[in-house]
């Protein structure tokens, strides 16, 4: 159980940051996990802590007032006899919750002396949920991971502190997952042979089948169920176009997702030898400047041809976007054996390539 649990727009998560950052100083827990019990979802998870914690702080703003699901979170609160509202900006709230004194933090900034504002919402926070503040003078609390409620019943990780765990797809396989960055992923390629709501993938083994393909279609490396287990399976980009392929609450990242993690990984020349698997293991030698320092742990899963015939197990491994260019055409990363460079390119729909998933 948190001590405090809080409610906001995704669109406001880094100001709400900010703010649950400063809560932390006052030596109080806010909701955050890094992983999902095995057996659990994110409702479940969510639900459990906004039942639970002490106290329920919600931050309005336009995108707020707006969103069914920080209202649903607030009225939970309210009904508890637990809220504390904020402001982060002048808006006008929801009806119900206009009989709430509402503090107004909109003028305050992190890293400077508390606001006016922000000094009565502390102590409303510590009214509501009998806790008790950092004594004046004491150092504050250095803050550490947080992951936040968002609107939709999303999440967001503290980019300062790196976390691992593990998630399971509809078919029960189990992925470990790492943060990279304020990013979560899964350490291991995508093994479903379903999508998230229960539909069989079709399995496509024909070349030529697989060539004149126009809908979703999956495979391993050869035909070879063998191949499963370390490289997971390959996919053609009309399964990613379904929206459905990872487990709910995670996603196929898009062009920009992927640009975001090698930028923190400081840029396309050097970003794939900190992905990499270490070692010649699955990849061939030389494997270049692989350090794995990530964590991402990328292997070299090859790929399938339009036209159905695979190449190049241990030298490459492509993943797809769920960005396309153009009509049946799509971009993919990849990376090689002999470099530390991760590679943007784009292909035919048809091709078949490795998928990892991003949480949402």
């Known amino acids: 159980m948190s001590d405090i649990f809080i409610a906001y727009s995704s ?8 703010v649950a950052s400063r809560l932390m100083q006052e030596d109080w827990s806010v909701f955050w996990d890094t992983t999902i019990p095995v057996g659990s979802t994110w409702d479940e998870l ?3 802590e906004l039942n639970t914690a002490k106290v329920v702080v919600v931050l309005w703003s336009n995108y707020s007032v707006a969103s069914k699901w920080v209202r649903a ?3 939970t609160g309210a009904n508890r006899e637990i809220l504390v509202p904020a402001f982060l900006e002048r808006v006008t709230i929801p009806f119900l919750f206009q009989p709430i004194q509402t503090a107004d933090i909109s003028n305050w900034k992190t890293g400077e002396s508390d606001t006016e504002g922000m000094r009565s919402f502390i102590e409303a926070i ?4 009998n806790l008790k503040t950092m004594p004046k ?3 504050k609390r250095k803050s550490t991971s947080i992951l936040l409620n968002m609107s939709g019943g999303k999440s967001f990780n503290n980019p300062l502190l790196e976390s691992s765990g ?4 509809i078919d029960g396989n189990e992925y470990n997952i790492v943060k990279i960055g304020n990013q979560v992923w899964m350490a291991e390629n995508l093994k479903t042979t379903k999508y998230n709501d229960g539909t069989a993938i079709p399995f496509v083994v024909d070349d030529k089948l697989w060539l004149n393909l126009n809908t979703s279609g999956y495979c391993w490396y050869k035909n070879d169920f063998n191949n499963k287990s370390i490289y997971g399976a390959l996919y053609n980009w009309h399964a990613v176009n379904t929206g459905k392929l990872c487990p709910k609450y995670w996603h196929v990242p898009t062009d920009e997702e992927w640009t975001a993690l090698i930028k923190y990984l400081g840029g396309d020349s050097i970003a794939g030898g900190k992905l990499k698997e270490k070692g010649t293991i699955h990849w061939l030698a030389p494997n270049t400047g692989a350090t794995n320092e990530s964590g991402f742990t990328a292997l070299p899963g090859g790929y399938r041809y339009a036209s159905g015939s695979f190449s190049s197990i241990g030298y490459i491994g492509c993943w797809w976007s769920a960005t396309e260019l153009e009509v049946r055409i799509a971009w993919y990363r990849s990376i090689g054996h002999n470099g530390s460079n991760m590679g943007r ?16």
């Open 11 to 18: 669109e406001d998560r880094s100001r709400a940051l900010e």
């Open 46 to 48: 969510l639900e459990k």
């Open 73 to 75: 979170e607030a009225a």
């Open 126 to 129: 510590a009214r509501v949920g």
């Open 137 to 139: 003078g004491k150092p």
């Open 166 to 169: 593990r998630v399971k797809d």
């Open 345 to 360: 390119f784009y292909h035919k729909e048809n091709y078949g390539y490795s998928i990892r998933c991003i949480k949402d």
